[in-house]
């Protein structure tokens, strides 16, 4: 079974600076399984990116991911206000199906 | 454009059956290029996929939940549930709906993620 480890757990930063969160698998899985997704406080989560570095629609283009293996990472160039959130990485496989990641909140500092 | 809602009781008794519905609305349940799928959250806590229906009504849930999980379609309505039984206060959680990208005709193609959720239903335990 392959479990999601995110870090860090909270990343505290300002308006305008660049996030780099981390999603790490226990295994290498497929890229093209590979999505994140934003959640804000009361909402349901958003997709940002599938397949490990494709954006979702609608998405800025300030939301890029990247990686291959085991290790990917979303990353907010320029933090905007309302990027204040908790995001999710997330991975197919066979069994068990769907799993998500613990997440990495961010934060103003 | 494609919406989905969930609905039914907010307040199930320990032991008992919650029952959820997601009603679809802007396309067909019965699309080939898409799993439906049921996912909770805690409050508080991460996500939990909990299971997903494909248009033929082939069915796909976590282990973990298996043994008490069972989704099914009503394509006449457009929609499709969620039972769960013998529920305990570990099963309070907002539950969402969301429909699955990256199926092909029924088969798990690429670039697989949950693009559209319903708001979330919040469900609690308690007698």
């Known amino acids: 079974e392959v479990v999601l480890t995110q870090s860090p757990g909270t990343l505290s930063l300002s308006p305008g600076e660049r996030a780099t969160l981390s999603c790490r698998a226990s295994q290498i899985v497929t890229s093209s399984f590979l999505a994140w997704y934003q959640q804000k406080p009361g909402q349901a989560p958003r997709l940002l990116i599938y397949g490990a570095t494709r954006r979702a629609a609608g998405v800025p283009d300030r939301f890029s991911g990247s990686g291959s293996g085991a290790d990917f990472t979303l990353t907010i160039s320029r933090l905007e206000p309302e990027d204040f959130a908790v995001y999710y990485c997330q991975h197919y496989s066979s069994s068990p199906g769907f799993t998500f990641g613990p997440g990495t909140k961010v934060d103003i500092k | 454009q494609v919406q989905l809602q969930e609905s039914g009781p907010g307040l199930v008794q320990p032991s008992q059956t919650l029952s959820l519905t997601c009603t679809v609305s802007g396309g067909s349940i019965t699309s080939g290029s898409y799993y439906w799928s049921w996912i909770r959250q805690p409050a508080g806590k991460g996500l939990e996929w909990i299971g997903r229906?494909?248009?033929?009504?082939?069915?796909s849930y976590n282990p973990s939940l298996k043994s008490r999980v069972t989704i099914s379609m009503d394509r006449s309505q457009n929609q499709f549930s969620l039972s769960l039984t013998s529920v305990t206060a570990a099963d309070m959680a907002t539950y969402y709906c969301a429909r699955v990208k990256g199926v092909v005709r029924g088969v798990i193609s690429s670039d697989l993620a949950f693009d559209i959720w319903g708001h979330g239903t919040r469900v609690t335990v308690s007698s």
């Open positions: 229906i494909y248009a033929s009504g082939s069915t």
